[in-house]
């Protein structure tokens, strides 16, 4: 493949799919992108972007009017195919062992289904979304049964690891984990991902790759599920918290993570699941870290209500409460499985004048979205949720405020 100009036909233009077909395009390769939305296909087919990533606009905008990038509704014949489509659970269905969400791979499998009509010999699908282990070979049953014989293609799995906010360089200087559905596949697709990471591409065969993620995910829930259970054993105990984990951390092997207002992103609150609904019930701690960040937020909804009822009872009139940030972490724009956006909703559900600040989006089809300083001026209780960029040079002293997210660091 280093010989040659590649064609990629990647499939999901979202967070993932948009930042790597940007930068392949940008290395050289010609690049088919697919999606089933039209007004993204839109704005990327002008040289513009329709979410919020640093220095992602000047990679598409480089891609496209190189004419390396376009978008499209359908796929295209390639060398490459490239999948990176969202992977989400059932919110309907439970696993009745455990009483957990069960993995949703339906994306996948359409995606897959899409792209075999274009598959010919000796090309190489990829699967980057993470994944329940088994879904790879999965993958592979379904273009058997579309026709593909999987014989002669490649078939691998190598799920991405970058931290939004830092994608184009994580794309790049991240180590790279790569298992093929046989040793063949491993390689072909090792000796592509070598040809624009710089990090390591380390081997290994599919279901260790798919656990691979989904281990680096549940343990960082665990870790986070650490901080956020002693953050609430402290508000009863009347500790700060922060300070408590500031002068715990001066040991010399305890790093223990700031606490938030619960866990939120299409990764780790979500991955965890994936090994509980495939545990048969073994996956205790894994399960508990999960139901312990997803309590978290219910609780920050009882602590802010309790304080509306007490100033309500005070003033004899129902308190304005900002809610500052939506996103599920600091400055970006991204929404989904957001413990601050549950919260925001949970608040008005309960009857609170809520007043939603999200500097990073203009608009949400739920909600009104109001400008920082004009939530933080009319608003009595200040809930402080997300710490974006600038959510700390605000004037609060004379406000009711809760920091759940330590952006004041006073």
């Given at each position: 493949m280093?010989?040659?100009?590649?064609?990629?036909?990647?499939?999901?233009?979202?967070y993932i799919g948009l930042p790597t077909a940007a930068l392949l395009a940008n290395r050289g390769y010609r690049v088919h992108g697919v999606d089933v939305d039209k007004h993204a296909v839109d704005i990327i087919n002008q040289g513009k972007i329709h979410i919020v990533e640093p220095e992602l606009d000047t990679f598409v905008h480089s891609a496209v009017n190189s004419g390396k990038l376009t978008a499209n509704m359908v796929p295209a014949e390639a060398d490459v195919f490239m999948i990176a489509v969202p992977t989400p659970f059932h919110h309907d269905k439970m696993n009745e062992m455990t009483n957990s969400p069960i993995p949703n791979i339906d994306y996948v499998i359409s995606a897959t289904k899409a792209i075999a009509p274009y598959i010919r010999k000796g090309n190489l699908i990829l699967l980057e979304s993470t994944s329940p282990v088994g879904t790879t070979d999965k993958m592979a049953q379904v273009l058997q049964n579309e026709g593909v014989d999987i014989n002669e293609v490649y078939i691998a799995h190598s799920p991405e690891r970058v931290l939004p906010g830092h994608i184009m360089r994580e794309l790049v200087e991240n180590d790279r984990v790569v298992g093929g559905i046989n040793d063949e596949s491993t390689k072909v697709a090792a000796e592509f991902y070598r040809t624009f990471v710089e990090g390591t591409v380390l081997e290994t065969n599919a279901k260790t790759a798919e656990m691979a993620k989904l281990t680096e995910n549940s343990f960082r829930d665990v870790n986070i599920a650490f901080a956020n259970e002693l953050s609430m054993l402290c508000d009863d105990l009347d500790i700060d918290?922060?300070?408590?984990?500031a002068l715990a951390n001066r040991h010399p092997r305890v790093n223990v993570l700031n606490p938030g207002c619960g866990v939120g992103g299409h990764c780790i609150s979500v991955d965890p699941w994936f090994i509980v609904d495939k545990a048969n019930g073994k996956a205790k701690m894994i399960e508990q870290a999960r139901r312990t960040n997803d309590y978290k937020a219910d609780w920050v909804i009882?602590?802010?209500?309790n304080a509306a009822l007490v100033f309500e009872a005070k003033n004899n009139k129902k308190p304005v409460v900002a809610c500052m940030g939506l996103a599920f972490k600091p400055d970006i724009d991204?929404?989904?499985e957001s413990p601050?956006?549950?919260?925001?909703?949970?608040?008005?559900?309960?009857?609170?004048?809520?007043?939603?600040?999200?500097?990073?989006i203009e608009n949400h089809k739920d909600l009104d979205i109001t400008a920082p300083n004009l939530a933080v001026e009319k608003a009595d209780i200040i809930v402080c949720l997300v710490a974006h960029k600038g959510f700390d040079d605000f004037d609060v002293l004379t406000k009711e405020v809760f920091d759940f997210c330590g952006v004041l660091k006073s």
């Open positions: 280093n010989n040659k100009v590649t064609t990629v036909t990647m499939i999901g233009l979202g918290t922060r300070e408590l984990i009882e602590k802010v209500k991204d929404l989904r601050a956006l549950y919260i925001t909703k949970g608040l008005i559900q309960e009857g609170l004048d809520v007043l939603a600040v999200e500097p990073n």
